[in-house]
């Protein structure tokens, strides 16, 4: 799979996800579970784009304002991460928890929007149709691999998240 299609998908699920979280009301417990796995789909994503994607971008940078869009990519990822630090402290779905949940969606929908316009633009210049085969199929096996590791599950995550509750 061509690392775009890649991107892509993993874009559609989670905006499905973080649809369904925008739906909960505050206090229901689903927004917990759905926190964690927009959390761990997020963070694979996040972790394969700046292993493979970004620095394949940045090493063909030509034009500093090339660079610019690339290190703008990542600066969003690190805003993406804070806020996801805060849903992981196993608090409780309430108000505050929901505020956070949007403002994740917010920014999330903002950084799918400009990558798959301006940086997947970016890699139809700079890369061809093999390299982007190759990268896909590179990161595809990256993603399996980090979803199986204990670290990036979420159900190893839960419980942590109930001693913490309260
Ligand atoms: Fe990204």
Known sequence: MDVLTLLKNDHKTVGTLLDRAKRCDPGDGRLTDLADEIESALTVHAAIEEKYFYPTLRDRAEESDEAVDVFEAYTEHELIKKLIALLKSGRQPDEQFKAEVQVLA???THHV?????TIFELARQMLDAEELEELGT??????SRLMRSPRTSSSKKRPSRRKTAR
């Open 106 to 108: 917010e920014n999330v």
């Open 113 to 117: 929007k400009e990558e798959e316009s």
């Open 138 to 143: 590179q990161m595809q096996a990256a993603k």
